[in-house]
């Protein structure tokens, strides 16, 4: 697997590659209704597991529904070695707009829904998302992950998760239950979570960020394109690579409907960055 960042053992010696795929960009446009184009999206899953990722992120509110259908009908039945993870705590209306759903009736419902589509009687990961983009909303996360504690017990997850979340909030978490990973918004410019990432490493738990790319507004940096004509490379494939070698606990989740560019990402875990070059990114954006 060295060609895929190589990989991560959780704390119940499950093995998952540091190298993703992240499904949200399965369903159509804003993450909402169909893809234009169904068969490309089901090949685009096949090669991800062809080129040997075993770590796939989605959500049932993707589509919403759309993503975990796709899901299943390019995978099913899954391999033994494949591992999905799915989130809840939001769902979508009419017109697509993302509204909170974390009452205990919402999420055992999502729960149910994640399950039947994906066609699974237990599911691998679920992580608790919280409110806001990009920015954690304040507030205890109790009510919510102890629901999801619950369904646990009951053997309808194996594993917890949680998303979109402040470090004070990762504590609570952990107060009530063990966690296996956290989901935040990070990368090479958007570093507030340093300190954090360095703790769950110390701990063992994964830390996965979302919009490893810039998210909906692709990062730009004079510096990050220097780098990437230096070792010949794409930005973006650096922008990957530097999130591998900043923590052994990163595990990476980027999206694309288009199996050029999958594969472009997967490249990007067989790039070593050279001390310089490290160097020069670690300059880019704030750290925590």
């Known amino acids: 697997m060295a060609i895929l960042g190589g990989t991560f053992t959780m704390a119940d010696g499950v093995t998952v590659t540091r190298m993703g795929y992240g499904a949200m960009q399965l369903a159509g446009p ?59 705590g939001a769902r979508r209306d009419a017109k697509g707009e993302w509204l909170p759903a974390l009452s205990a009736e919402e999420l055992r419902q999502a729960v ?31 009510g919510p992950f102890s629901a999801l504690v619950e369904m ?5 997850i194996k594993h917890l998760g949680v998303s979109n979340v402040s470090a004070e909030q990762v504590a609570e978490a952990q107060s009530i239950a063990p966690i296996v990973g956290v989901q935040n918004f990070y990368n090479i410019a958007k570093r507030g979570d340093d300190d954090l990432i360095d703790s769950l490493a110390a701990q063992g738990i994964a830390y996965v960020p979302f919009f490893p790319l810039g998210g909906f507004t692709p990062l730009q940096s004079e510096t990050l394109n220097s ?48 001390a310089d070059a490290l160097s020069e990114l670690n300059r880019i954006g704030n750290a925590g």
């Open 30 to 88: 804003h993450v909402f209704g169909p893809p234009r184009d169904r068969d490309a999206a089901v090949a685009v899953l096949r090669e991800a597991v062809a080129l040997g990722i075993n770590h796939i992120d989605t959500s049932d509110y993707y589509g919403p529904y759309v993503t975990n259908e796709i899901i299943r009908e390019a995978l099913y039945p899954y391999s033994e070695d494949l591992h999905i993870v799915t989130k809840v």
């Open 112 to 142: 149910r829904d994640n399950l039947e589509r994906l066609g699974l009687d237990a599911l691998d990961v679920v992580n608790l998302r919280n409110g806001g983009f990009a920015t954690p909303d304040p507030g205890s996360l109790a």
């Open 152 to 156: 646990q017990h009951e053997g309808l």
């Open 227 to 274: 780098v990437a004509m230096q070792v010949g490379a794409t930005p973006m494939c650096v922008a990957l690579a530097w999130l591998l070698q900043r923590s052994p606990n990163i595990l990476l989740i980027p999206g694309t409907s288009s199996v050029a560019h999958l594969r472009e990402n997967v490249a990007a875990a067989g790039l070593t960055l050279p």
